[in-house]
Structures are given as structure tokens and as C-alpha cells.
Nanobody
């Protein structure tokens, strides 16, 4: 079992930056690939990006490529989502997730989820 908790969300102006953290507790953090999803009001949860468990390979959605960076610190059992050049359309609840195998962008791949952190970008 893995428990995940996001932090670092808030209100920021367009063009600004935020850094989300996802702290894990429980079983070995480094056994899991970590991903970030987001969900805007009335819309489905969509893939933002992910980082592999060992080599730290990353993959991103086209909408955030070049602006967002995912990293992880396996010793601290924490994943990070650095968000730069934020746009109003980035406004959503952001979730971190831990998974083992399958397609990166499919939510069903992930076994454990955090409670979410609200990010609001004003224009």
C-alpha cells in the first residue's frame, strides 16, 4: 500500500510558476512509476506527465511540454511537478499517481492516487 499527498498548489497569475510536491508513505516508492494528471471542472482527468521508477525517464503531454518538468527524489519518497509559464487553461486539480505497468497516459494503470491539489491561474 502507498499513500500519496500533494502539496504546493495555489493561485498564480498567468506567466507565473508553481511547484507541486507529491509525498509518498508506505511501500517502496522507488518500485513505482509516478505520474501527474489534472482535472478541470466538468472535464475528465487527463494525463500531464510521468517519470519512470529507476532511470527517471520522463514523458509529457503535448500541452505542457517545454513548460512543465517532472522529477523525483527516491530517498525522500517525493515526486515534483515544476510548472512554468502557466496559462489560465492550466487551471485544474492536479493529482499524483503511482503505478507499475501499462500505458503512461491511462488512469487505470495507476494503483494509488493522491487527494489532489488545486492550481488556479488568473489571466
Amino acid at each position: 500500500q502507498v499513500q500519496l499527498a500533494e502539496s504546493g498548489g495555489g493561485l498564480v497569475q498567468a506567466g507565473g510558476s508553481l511547484r507541486l510536491s507529491c509525498a509518498a508513505s508506505g511501500r517502496a516508492f522507488n518500485a513505482y512509476d509516478m505520474a501527474w494528471f489534472r482535472q478541470a471542472p466538468g472535464k475528465e482527468r487527463i494525463f500531464v506527465g510521468a517519470i519512470s521508477r529507476s532511470r527517471g525517464d520522463t514523458v509529457y503531454a503535448d500541452s505542457v511540454k517545454g513548460r512543465f518538468t517532472i522529477s523525483r527524489d527516491n530517498r525522500k519518497k517525493t515526486s515534483f511537478l515544476e510548472m512554468n509559464s502557466l496559462k489560465p487553461e492550466d487551471t485544474a486539480v492536479y493529482y499524483c499517481a503511482a503505478g507499475l505497468e501499462g500505458l503512461w497516459s491511462v488512469p487505470a494503470r495507476y494503483l494509488y492516487w493522491g487527494q489532489g491539489s488545486q492550481v488556479t491561474v488568473s489571466s
